[in-house]
């Protein structure tokens, strides 16, 4: 089976859920600067949330020109990483309009973890039907980085219960350690 | 003519129904772990309707897969089966906050059936323009889970009318039916 | 210039237009049966913008498979005609939930009618760039089609200050008469 | 890496952005045409932004034609574009809902200055993986156009703090500047 649908398929749906997390930004009743600050927060969770699905998005991207052929459960274990990223604007809009508090903040860190694991998940899929000594293999290696997500996210939505602040920090860490592209695949590409 | 467009612009019309449908997750105005409660029913609608309208996509990418030529009618019986997936958002919305009562749940049903004949006449109007030893042909063969699926919506708007709860199970096994690659169209191809 | 991008930019704005103008479907608040029947206008004027906007994609697609090259004047000619398609949910809208009353049936002609005439000015900036011999321009003949559309609109658009009726039956007549695929360039190719 | 998923990634992100805006032209109540009246300032501000979106994906065309390869960096590059051009329906609608008055004017600009900026630095980047004799480096030159939006937009949002009238007027001098297609690209491929 060819991989190129998958593809057009995954970038249709990221480029609708990076763009409608937008339609959460309304229009302010007044018209002067400081008519925009009430925003500020729900502004700042936008851009967490961009530079995350960006960053599946990326990741992705670089993940599928490594692959080669796929199958039914590929199919699967891609839309389901789908869904746990197609609920990132309704979680991104509900941490920012209430100013970043407890719940919203555990809700926003429970879905980027799912999002790890589900790719997690795909990536695990996607190695069985791939040579030991195809691009795939090797550009994966141990997957240090997809563990160390998961990890870290679960850590920061239990941390989230007692201190909003740590979980943050987590989120933007996370973020940050995937900002740097995949060397391993580029080089092996 | 070639098929690369048809399958493009279905990619981008399923990709936009699986993504709007979770605008409907209204946030709430709470910001209390309990506060999501009340969206358990519309959350859980989204759930089947994402798992559906995957199906659609991952069965539509499997016959397209064997697809050679398409022609005039090919591209009408494909917006025919657009139209019925696009009032999926609608029927998911309205059974959702309607905590799955009598009508919205048969018009769910209904829905899904419609798409089901759809998706069918769409089957039909392909295999007229391929030969009987094509991928296509073989593939499809007496198309048993086309025609089953069908059937078992049909019973299932009406069972919704007495019982609420069987309709919304058979909604399932139809759904979990199709779960299973079709084994068919990948062997052949 | 290729046209493969103009290709996949069209489909994507063809394909959100077609798929948000279903957002006006708004939920009702009663969950029976008879709760649905207020929405019936709305929803016949969302099946005849379906229609044509599903025409005009399939016109879209038909054209282009005659296309051999395009350049900077044909995107804007695009990007114009896309525009007028993107007023579409708008009209339909208005005219849906005012019951087909005289103002709205007139404007949803209008887009009607510009959106017929940006397609003919499309047409016309790719002749120049195409051979008489090329399948384009013995696919697109005297576009008998597409003038005869854009003088009926614009005879509805005056008899609709008089008569809603014969307006909307002449938006009905004009549909129909592209359902029949395009015949003359489908023989070409 | 190859450049076709971030094209239709682009296509995506772009076709959204610029098809969402027009669902800030709210249904009027009425059903007369007086009561498009109101609507009329947010129709104008969605025309220069539809040009203005239609601008962007028109000179991204023309750009990634020329383009021969990518890397980590352009990814992120044209991901950091497509986040100011996304904050466009917002802004659209800000200042068409508000009657053009200052703040929104002003804002408006700053949002068409960041997103020339950052088509500045995606060009930036594309250059040092290019030889200086491919057709990127040539089709680029010194790039006059895209340092002088910047610099008129730069100053259009200082004047806009005085009188809104001309920075509207240097929006629409920029966008008519760039109408022309850009003949550099075009001639070298």
Do not use: C
């Amino acid at each position: 089976m060819k991989k190129n649908r998958v593809e057009a398929f995954s970038d249709g749906v990221i480029a609708i859920i990076i763009t409608i997390m937008v339609l959460e930004l309304k229009v302010p009743h007044g018209n002067q600067l400081h008519d925009l600050k009430s925003l500020l927060p729900i502004a700042l969770s936008y851009v967490l949330s961009f530079v995350n699905v960006g960053l599946y998005w990326n990741n992705h991207h670089h993940l599928f020109q490594a692959v080669e052929k796929i199958n039914g459960k590929v199919l699967w274990a891609n839309t389901h990483l789908l869904f746990w990223l197609s609920l990132m604007p309704f979680s991104t809009a509900w941490m920012g309009e209430n100013d970043f508090t407890k719940w919203p903040v555990i809700l926003y860190g429970f879905i980027l973890m799912m999002s790890g694991i589900a790719y997690f998940i795909l990536v695990r899929t996607l190695l069985p039907i791939h040579q030991k000594d195809t691009a795939l293999a090797k550009a994966i290696g141990n997957d240090f980085k997809g563990k160390f997500s998961v990890i870290v996210y679960s850590v920061a939505v239990i941390i989230g219960y007692w201190s909003v602040t740590i979980a943050l920090i987590l989120y933007v860490v996370v973020a940050a350690t995937w900002l740097i592209p995949d060397k391993r695949i580029e080089e092996v590409i």
